[in-house]
């Protein structure tokens, strides 16, 4: 039975697709690849190939310089984020019925400040945020923090929008929704098998519950 759902952040909860895009663009000069003119077909790039695929093949980084672009990266969105990011639509009234069963947790790269900020009166329906985890090596935050909240693996579904999300899921050996309106394209979600894709945050509702 399922007592606690984790979410991802950015892709998931807030749209913060615009800010990345400024911010990839104005570290082109410093790591040396050219800057993107069309915002929809980079969006599109990173939606079918993922984000490390896309930062290692469009950007040509290796992975001497990947450390250091994605920390560059992650800190100006920190700063960014609070002023150009957005919620999705119906995430508000979601968050506020599943609290009604559900303990409802928060597991992402961005930094706590930026989540409280953006979750604005929403956050009174977080138990508990735990934020600026790796990019890459989420699973093992995952299992850091379950053992933290001691909860049971069978009692928890992690929410993300990234395949990576998914991959860390199952290293974690949890349940995994795939939400289809963040930063992976379905197919991409579709190849990693999670227990579920949905389309809307109705749609996520009802699945999660369907667990039980």
């Known amino acids: 039975m399922v007592k606690a759902v984790i979410f991802d952040f950015d892709g998931t909860f807030a749209d913060i697709a615009p800010v990345v895009y400024k911010i990839v663009n104005d ?21 079918s190939k993922g984000t490390k695929r896309f930062i290692i093949e469009n950007l040509g980084l290796n ?26 639509e119906g995430l508000e009234k979601f968050l ?4 009604n ?21 929403s956050k009174k ?6 934020p600026e985890c790796s990019f890459f090596k989420k699973h093992k935050h995952m299992k850091k923090l379950l053992k933290q909240r001691k909860l049971k ?10 395949a990576r999300d998914i991959k860390a899921s199952r290293k974690a050996k949890i349940k995994v929704i795939g939400v289809s309106w ?9 190849k990693e098998k999670p227990d579920a894709i949905v389309d809307s945050f109705d749609e996520l509702y009802s699945t999660i519950k369907k667990f039980n």
């Open 182 to 190: 963040g930063y992976n394209a379905k197919d991409l979600l579709k």
């Open 27 to 47: 570290l082109a000069r410093k790591y040396g690849y050219d800057r993107f003119e069309d915002y929809e077909e980079a969006l599109e790039l990173v939606k």
């Open 96 to 99: 506020e019925k599943l609290s």
């Open 63 to 88: 992975l001497f310089k990947l450390p250091s672009f994605v920390r560059d990266l992650k800190n100006e969105i920190y700063i960014r984020s609070e002023k150009d990011g957005k919620l999705f």
């Open 125 to 130: 329906h977080v138990k508990f945020i735990y």
């Open 153 to 162: 693996r069978e009692d928890v579904v992690y929410v993300g929008d990234e």
């Open 101 to 121: 069963d559900y303990t409802i947790g928060i597991l992402t790269s961005n930094s706590k400040d930026v989540v409280e900020f953006l979750l604005g009166d």
